[in-house]
């Protein structure tokens, strides 16, 4: 969705903090190109610019969002993947969702929720990403609810961009497309190059094809970019998004022309009386409108003050004067961090809508929101394939009663860079009879919560289910099948007896909560043992005259950490060694400070610091030859600069 994503849809620019202060010319010249949106030709500038040896996260952090706007999604995945070995500490959460997007849209789909995985370590308020933390096994749902439509293409779908089909009461659809209609005067626009998007008629034909297009009459098709309508129930009134213009171009503080939601009266076949609606702003874009089923509320994406992510989907109430409410934000069910946009809502009162945000197949999916007075993660469904792809899925409509409609899509094989595509619907999504599982599980003895504890979800016939894993609070979640009439619930977890529970289904109700109790085995590590020994944790190395605690031994720390919380009575003394290789008191100053860095990570983890003790040593207590004057390897020296885990009480 090359061209739309430039027009018709929001983002922001997200530079990560440490631009380089000293730029070249060249690097600022791609950087003004970026920021205006002209990503064709910030390409080649950044390309440049790294021919010529400039390596810095700003530039491979630009260049990589330019190709992801400009829907190259290759090219994006790879240099998102050198932005993030280039300078992985200091790269913001949202380029780990645009990466992992990109690597869907290639189908790399385990590889995508590894980002995701991350970006929620990185931020737990991220919806996208812990939306993947209770539905892990969103790839199978999507599939079950596949296949219920079919899908073609029409016929009148040019090389150019064609999108966005509303359904006209008197020809069939109005749609918007960037087609070369061959006037003598080509108007286009400046960041693409590509013709501007206008608004056609298209008559359905009676197979559902959209034949005979020709420009909508009225004060249309000018200068300026127009697209998305909807149409009230009478044919009478028309809503359309269109570029900020009044009586000239209208810029944001930054110099960017926004889109703005208009209104037009028909008179006999002409368009006419347009007028913007008063919730507009030139600071923010509202856009893509959609009437209600009858036609009292108007839906709207938009970025306004109050949006959550990068479009939002809004509502105003249409009043019987002819005036708005203020508008009102969906909310977090519907909206996401990133990009809502294109609601439609069908005449049963569902609510169709595009999102990136939701847990989907790559790109802009379809999905559908079939309670809109309580929306929830129950009553939301992706819709599948074929109307889904790995690229940008969007502009969804259907007829309830006849049961066809048309969505636009970018997927490969297509006539243009957006083509629309007609859809019949086969077999309607319905909600589905689930229930939330809930629980938790804890040490018997102390009440204390377990982490990462095996949970086995079995029918009554002892067929598996679901198996997942406690969380870092001992806590678990998933969704099940409430026509199944009862369920066994088995946790277990190493050095602990597992425990079960039994459960029934009460259809009235859509939560069930469980508590697992696993008793600790006995088998304690005794006092004066160092824990390394017992439980296999190779030692924890530093770097030469460092105390950061290096990825390896991070590794080893959480085997630490995980002891620990099985047997939350044991306390350990960490005690924090050097090499030979500086002054002796300068050795005693680092081995505190290891042993300060090794105990603030057990603790950031959840230990508490009453269950820890330590201190640095030195290099009192080398385990080899290697003294003050003693010629040794890097290797030896590397021995000695280790953390020890001595039991002190159990």
């Known amino acids: 969705m090359r061209f739309i994503k430039i027009i018709l849809t929001f983002s922001v620019l997200l530079l990560t903090s440490n631009a380089i202060i000293s730029q070249s010319k060249l690097v600022e010249k791609g950087n003004k190109f970026f920021e205006r949106y002209a990503y064709d030709n910030s390409i080649k500038t950044y390309l440049k610019a790294i021919e010529n040896d400039e390596k810095s996260s700003e530039i491979y952090a630009n260049l990589a969002d330019s190709y992801y706007h400009n829907a190259d999604m290759e090219n994006a995945a790879l240099w998102y993947k050198q932005l993030m070995d280039f300078d992985l500490p200091k790269v913001k959460g949202e380029y780990y969702f645009r990466y992992s997007q990109a690597l869907k849209t290639l189908g790399e789909y385990s590889k995508a929720d590894l980002w995701l995985e991350r970006l929620a370590d990185l931020n737990a308020d991220d919806s996208r990403a812990m939306s993947l933390k209770y539905d892990p096994d969103y790839l199978e749902k999507i599939e079950a609810l596949s296949n219920r439509y079919s899908i073609k293409t029409v016929s009148i779908n040019s090389s150019q961009s064609d999108f966005a089909a509303g359904f006209d009461n008197d020809r069939g659809v109005i749609f918007s497309s960037a087609r070369d209609t061959g006037v003598a005067r080509k108007i286009t626009h400046r960041w693409t190059g590509l013709p501007f998007l206008q608004l056609y008629n298209a008559r359905i034909s009676d197979e559902g094809n959209l034949v005979e297009a020709v420009k909508l009459d009225g004060d249309f098709n000018k200068k300026y970019n127009e697209s998305s309508v909807a149409i009230t129930n009478d044919g009478g009134t028309m809503y359309f998004t269109r570029n900020s213009f009044n009586k000239g171009y209208q810029k944001d503080k930054t110099g960017i022309i926004r889109l703005k939601l208009y209104r037009a009266y028909k008179s006999g ?145 297509g006539v243009g860079s957006d083509d629309i595509y007609k859809l019949i619907q086969i077999k309607p999504i319905e909600i589905p009879c689930e229930f939330e599982l809930n629980g938790i599980v804890t040490n018997k003895k102390t009440g204390d919560f377990i982490p990462n504890a095996s949970i086995v979800i079995n029918n009554i016939a002892s067929e598996s289910i679901k198996e997942l894993k406690s969380d870092a609070n001992g806590e678990f979640s998933l969704v099940l099948d409430c026509n199944v009439e009862s369920y066994i619930a088995i946790g277990t977890k190493e050095s602990f007896t597992q425990d079960t529970e039994s459960f029934t289904i009460d259809k009235e109700k859509s939560l069930v909560r469980i508590n697992l109790e696993l008793e600790p085995k006995t088998e304690l590590i005794a006092v004066g043992r160092d824990l390394s020994k017992d439980l296999n944790i190779n030692p924890i190395y530093f770097d030469f005259d460092k105390s950061f605690i290096r990825a390896d031994a991070r590794v080893e720390l959480e085997k630490v950490i995980d002891y620990m919380n099985e047997y939350p009575s044991i306390k350990i003394d960490v005690r924090s060694h050097t090499d030979s290789r500086a002054p002796d008191d300068y050795n005693i100053a680092l081995s505190q400070r290891r042993n300060k860095s090794t105990r603030a990570y057990l603790v950031k983890k959840g230990i508490s610091p009453s269950r820890l003790s330590g201190r640095g040593y030195g290099e009192t207590q080398l385990v080899n030859k290697c003294r003050n004057d003693v010629k040794c390897s890097k290797e030896q020296h590397q021995l000695n600069r280790r953390s020890e885990f001595i039991v002190i009480e159990n």
């Open 269 to 413: 076949n002409y368009w006419t009386d347009i007028t913007e609606l008063p919730f507009n702003s030139t600071e923010y874009s509202t856009a893509h409108p959609a009437l209600s089923q009858d036609n009292s509320k108007l839906y709207f994406a938009s970025d306004m003050p109050g949006t959550n992510g990068l479009s939002d989907i809004y509502v105003v109430d249409l009043n019987s004067d002819g005036s708005f409410s203020e508008p009102i934000n969906l909310g977090p069910q519907i909206n996401t961090e990133g990009r809502d946009t294109f609601p439609f809502v069908s005449k049963n009162g569902d609510l169709y809508f595009a999102s990136d945000g939701h847990l989907g197949l790559g790109g802009l999916d379809v999905f559908v929101c079939k309670d809109l007075k309580s929306p929830g993660k129950d009553n939301i469904f992706n819709i599948g394939k074929p109307i889904n792809s790995t690229k940008d899925d969007f502009a969804f409509i259907i007829d309830d009663e006849t049961a066809n409609g048309y969505f636009t899509s970018n997927r490969d094989g």
